[in-house]
T-cell receptor, first 115, second 112 residues
Framework: KAGVTQTPRYLIKTRGQQVTLSCSPISGHRSVSWYQQTPGQGLQFLFEYFSETQRNKGNFPGRFSGRQFSNSRSEMNVSTLELGDSALYLC??????????????FGAGSRLTVL | GDSVTQMEGPVTLSEEAFLTINCTYTATGYPSLFWYVQYPGEGLQLLLKATKADDKGSNKGFEATYRKETTSFHLEKGSVQVSDSAVYFCALTPGGNYQLIWGAGTKLIIKP
């Protein structure tokens, strides 16, 4: 079956712009989690959506937002981009709420460069 | 709070060497423990997991044993290959809360 699909894979933006990233989970998976990965900070949890509801949120400013649709596809948006937002954004899906026995399956990521 | 500590990398080994990547954790309750691997240019993949004390997770020749007495989950492989070069992440899910807590990752470089 198809894995987790993230689009776009690469994108370049300038400071002040906004960006929307998309994630299509594995068919049947209802939870989508988003992570930011940078060389300096490692993997940082952004938020998790389960059945269209935000279930958990990490410690990121309000410029970072997300949503989940009825088909479990998820989008995240970053407004007023800053240089420090340059990162690999990873999406992961799981059958049930992330954690415990529900293993995360990751997409290949969207690499955002902010100039 | 709950945390995961991994040995710093990079770890550089020759092919067929024995591998150990140390991982220790701090958690209340009874966490589940995971090792994920990230190959260059890819997302993370689950390598193995253990959900209770003394469980041994294994996959692709890698093993890790959940040691509650030493709060450790060290990753081992008897004979590494060049294709094992990747970044390895140790993680846990705390009991009662579900989002994973991640270690910083350990880059493994295997030379032919």
């Amino acid at each position: 079956k198809a894995g987790v699909t993230q689009t776009p894979r690469y994108l370049i933006k300038t400071r002040g712009q906004q960006v929307t990233l998309s994630c299509s989970p594995i068919s049947g998976h209802r939870s989508v989690s988003w992570y930011q990965q940078t060389p300096g900070q490692g993997l940082q949890f952004l938020f998790e959506y389960f059945s269209e509801t935000q279930r958990n949120k990490g410690n990121f400013p309000g410029r970072f937002s997300g949503r989940q649709f009825s088909n479990s596809r998820s989008e995240m948006n970053v407004s007023t981009l800053e240089l420090g937002d340059s990162a690999l954004y990873l999406c992961a899906s799981s059958l049930g709420p992330a954690g415990g026995a529900n293993v995360l399956t990751f997409g290949a990521g969207s690499r955002l460069t902010v100039l | 709070g709950d945390s995961v500590t991994q040995m710093e990398g990079p770890v550089t080994l020759s092919e067929e060497a024995f591998l150990t990547i140390n991982c220790t954790y701090t958690a209340t309750g009874y966490p589940s423990l995971f090792w994920y691997v990230q190959y260059p240019g890819e997302g993370l993949q689950l390598l193995l997991k253990a959900t209770k004390a003394d469980d041994k997770g294994s996959n692709k020749g890698f093993e890790a044993t959940y040691r509650k007495e030493t709060t450790s989950f060290h990753l081992e492989k008897g004979s590494v290959q060049v294709s094992d070069s990747a970044v390895y992440f140790c993680a846990l899910t705390p009991g009662g809360n579900y989002q994973l807590i991640w270690g910083a990752g350990t880059k493994l470089i295997i030379k032919p």
